[in-house]
């Protein structure tokens, strides 16, 4: 059986672009961006507290980063990147640090850093695609993962569209995490925390659902709908500013 990367980099989204979705969690189609010019490289950062697989995420697209699931302390610690071809599209992938990361040693001057890293990393490029990965537990949001993505919207002055994947969902849950309902008690708060000129970047799309799979890598199926789920979102230029004192 062929690697979770290599089938994701060999799928091809020509034809009935939305038969692949029928019984899927990934609803959305392809972004009409995709037909058209194509920048040279799209970057993509994937943006969350520690634990929650970002690494694993971006591995299933073909990252190779280190990777696993912890509690607090997260396992990046620098910010990586990788250069990846998919469905014949250059993607600079970058594998951030997690934000809200504070272990004895570092306390805030931790998460003051990783915020640095990240507005250093998103005014580098040219055409990002964002998406936070969150956690839910009990059906619920962190107030620590609203404060991250507060942050990080609030400070952009151009940006694209942000997306959202829910990881390590419990497997009952699933069905609750892909409705509408759920969609709403996840983005309504978030309308009412950011600014008001920055509530553009919110894309009020559903969020992408992934199962909780342990220590096991994504299989094809779910790395097939992670790059759908990318390649649903038109990347655009950032401008990030001030993000470290919007928490201080």
Same mark, same amino acid.
């Given at each position: ?74 396992? =990046? =610690? ?18 951030? @640090? ?38 839910? =537990? ?32 419990? @497997? ?77």
């Amino acid at each position: 059986m062929p690697s979770p990367s290599a089938a994701v980099a060999s799928n091809d989204l020509g034809g009935d672009a939305t038969a692949h979705y029928e019984g899927r969690d990934c609803a959305r189609p392809p972004s009409a961006f995709y037909q058209n010019l194509v920048p040279p490289m799209v970057n993509l950062a994937i943006v969350g507290n520690p634990g929650v697989g970002k690494s694993a995420i971006l591995n299933a697209l073909g990252g190779e980063f280190q990777s696993g699931y912890s509690e607090g302390t997260g396992l =990046t =610690t620098v910010i990586s990147k990788k250069q990846v071809t998919l469905n014949n599209i250059r993607f600079q992938l970058y594998d951030i @640090p997690g934000i809200n990361d504070s272990p004895p040693a570092g306390g805030q001057d931790t998460i003051v850093k990783h915020l640095l890293m990240l507005q250093d990393a998103l005014n580098e490029g040219d055409h990002f695609v964002i998406i936070f990965v969150l956690q839910p =537990t009990i059906g619920r949001i962190k107030p620590g993962d609203y404060m991250v993505m507060k942050t990080v919207i609030d400070s952009l002055r151009e940006g694209p569209q942000i997306g959202l994947i829910l990881n390590q969902a419990e @497997p009952g849950a699933m069905l609750n995490y892909r409705s509408p309902r759920f969609s709403g008690l996840v983005w309504g708060p978030l309308e009412k925390i950011v600014e008001s000129s920055n509530k553009k970047f919110l894309s009020r799309a559903p969020p992408l659902v992934l199962a909780d799979h342990g220590a096991r890598a994504f299989n094809e199926d779910e790395a097939s709908d992670i790059l759908r789920f990318v390649l649903s979102f038109d990347p655009m230029p950032v401008i990030s500013r001030n993000m470290v004192d919007r928490v201080l």
